[in-house]
Structures are given as structure tokens and as C-alpha cells.
């Protein structure tokens, strides 16, 4: 009895940290800052003392971490007056670096909700990775940003762009923008409108890491947004709708992580369920992210591991520096859909020119030259039939 008590205590004593484990969330260790953020910081609207004290917060982790961090103040105008807000920078130096990489995500928010997803979840990720690479000695020099006021017009973003060097930019690498990367059915990475080495490497590295989430490439000329978003900023579809926009047009190769699906051709949602909508809503809670299960915790430590190996592992090293040759201006124009809506232009004109002119015809206001000239017919004159031999 001795011993099968003793061989109980064992047991017990063997599986009790097991069991702590497989409860603990250090798996997840992306959502334990989403966690901490949104609960210290739930209001982040642009401009508001909420925003302040979110980019706060921020620049202490990076300072517990051993950063070096830079505080960038930037004030704009909107209908509703002066905005102040900032972006927090922290930068590790490698010691024979191959260029610079940026990564970025921004830490404002929308006035309804809490930004759990946008961006919170981008937030989280960044402090994650940069826990992780804080004691590295990388190939590159790495520089994480928490952009303020994005929802306002990509604004952090903007600035930190304007203060950067000709020769900064050029030597920059790579900007990878982590934003809304928590509810959603899928990853997405978008870099440019056409299939590249660092996208689909970026892809097959997401999803080598055996969990049930699956990122795939942006499907290309998916959600077109040919409106022109602000008369400045000219974004194409989704993929280009957050902070990468504006590496992009000064020249650094992006890329873009987020989740949701495209399972319709024309329009970009976070998941086929409805109740799980949350782009700017009320419904952007750590409550409703909690609700969407273990797929939001998995969506954000596949990009946090993803980003880790990308950073450390020499395997990419080529593909990374190459990333600037990929880029390929106005492709929205060379590609598919354009040429059906240069067709379909050429066509209404076509038949506007055709009614227009017969209309004018029916009201007899064209002359008898002009008639001539035209070819406008009621019927053929004599002069206008030719003998056949
Ligand atoms: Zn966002």
C-alpha cells in the first residue's frame, strides 16, 4: 500500500508541472503584452492624453528591455484643430551591419473600441520581438517604431519618414508594418502587387512552424481600391492601406502583415463571421479577441516567430538585400484589371460619341456639310452610290 502510495506522490509530483505548462500562455508570449497593453492602455485616439500615456508605456518596455529609445514629437492640423503625438523609436546596432531594417506598428487607436486588433495586437508583437532580439548581435540594424496617429492619415509615420536622410533611405533594407494581426481567419503578407522572393519566403517561413493559423501571400490585385484614399496619398487596395504606404512611396521596399480573409473577390473583412467584424467598431475588445479563441493568440506569435527567424536566421540575409530589385512602380497600371477599365472607358465614349451624334442629327442641328463630313446617313443620296463593275 506503501508503494502504491509512493508511486501516486511520484506521478503526481511528475505531471503537476505539466500540467502548469500546458496552462501557462508563454506560448503566447505576443498576447501576454496584448494582454498588459490593452488593460493598462485601452484609449489611444490621436492627439488625446490616452495616446500619451500608451507611447509611454511603450518607451519604458523598450527602456526595461536595455533600448536606447527616441521620443519623436510631431503636431498636424485637422477640422478639429492642432493634434499633437509622437512616435516611440527604439534602434539596436549590429556590429557589421548589412543595412537597416525597420519595423514598425502603430499604437492609436479609433475613438470606439479599444484597438485590441488595430492596433494593439501590432503593439504587442513588436515588444515581443524586440524582447526577443534585445541581447542579439544581428546582421542588421534593426529600428522599431510604435507610429502615433495613424487613423488620423498615417501621420507617425509620415513624420519619421520626413526626418529620414536620402542616404538613410537608401540604405534601408527592408520597413515590415505589423498592424490588426490578432482576429482574423487568416495572415496575410502583402509586399508588392506581384509575387516576390521575401513574400512567399516570408509565407513558407509563417507556416512552418506547425500551428493550425495559416498565412498566405496577399492575393495579388485582390480588393482594389482605385479611390484615391486622401488627395496625397495614393494606396491601391488593403495592402497598402497602413503605415508601409509611406516607406513605400519614398522609395524602401515593405512589407505588410495583417489578418482577415478575402474569401470575397471584391471586398476585405476580418472573418466570414460577422460577429467577429471589428475594423473600427466597438467590437475591437480584448473581450471580443478573446471570444475569437486561440486563433488570435496563434495568428500573432506566427508573425512574432516569423519576424524572429526572418531577423536571425542567415538564410534570408540575400533575399532581404536583394528586396529592393523586386519593386516595381504603378503596377496597378500595367496589370489586368486596368486594361478592362481602359476597355470599358473606350467603350462608353465610343457609344456616348455615337448617341450624341445621331441625336444631333434627329434634332437637325448639324449642317449639310457637316452632315457630309460625318457620314451621317438618313438615308444613302444618289452621290454616295457607286457603280459596281
Ligand atoms: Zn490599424
Partial sequence: MKKIICLFIIILIAIAPMAVFADSSDQYSAYDFLNDFITECPQRVSGSEGETLAAEYIQNKFIEMGYQTEWQEFSFTTDSGTINSQNVVARIFA???LGQIIIGAHYDSVNVGNGANDNGSGVAVLLDIAQKIADLSLNYDVV??????????FYGSSHFVNNMSMTERQSTLLMINIDSVAVGDNLYFFGEDKATALNDSLVELANSFGYSQKAYAKPLSKDLNIIYATTDIPYYHTGYASDNLVFR??????EF????????????????DVDFWNMH?????LLSLNSFGVKAKENMQIVSDTLFNFLTNDDFKDIIINARADMTNDIFWQTWPAYVIYGVLLLGFSIFGFLYLRKLRKLDLLTVNQKNEKKVFESASVEDIYDLK
Avoid at 144 to 153: K, M
Avoid at 257 to 271: C, I, L, R
Wanted: charged share 20%; no cysteine.
Fill in 95 to 97: 556590429q557589421n551591419s
Fill in 144 to 153: 522599431l517604431v510604435a507610429f502615433g496617429a495613424e487613423e488620423e492619415g
Fill in 249 to 254: 512611396i519614398a522609395g524602401i521596399p515593405t
Fill in 257 to 272: 502583415v495583417f489578418s482577415g480573409t478575402f474569401e470575397k473577390y471584391d471586398s476585405y473583412t476580418q472573418t466570414a
Fill in 281 to 285: 467598431t466597438a467590437n475591437d475588445t
